[in-house]
């Protein structure tokens, strides 16, 4: 039996191929659904928001992003 096409024979492509979280995530969307998944507490995404804040490059770039706010 081989792989299906564009399968990476490697333990990070196995495991995307069958929706497991992977050791090195490859993307921005793989990194943010990573986050997601971490933060689906309550508590835990109230204090990631609070941290978020002290690392002056991503607030700056989050106040750019808000839906509704001019950019």
């Known amino acids: 039996m081989s792989a299906p096409v ?5 333990n ?3 495991k995307r191929l069958v929706g497991q979280w992977v050791s090195t995530s490859a993307s921005l ?3 943010v659904q990573v986050a ?3 933060t689906r507490d309550d508590e835990v995404a109230v204090e990631v928001s ?3 804040p002290r690392r002056p490059a991503a607030a700056a770039r989050v106040g750019n992003r808000i839906p509704g706010r001019p950019p």
Do not use: C, F, N
């Open 6 to 10: 564009g399968a990476r024979s490697t």
């Open 12 to 14: 990070d492509g196995a």
């Open 29 to 31: 969307d793989e990194k």
């Open 36 to 38: 997601t998944d971490l």
């Open 50 to 52: 609070v941290e978020q």
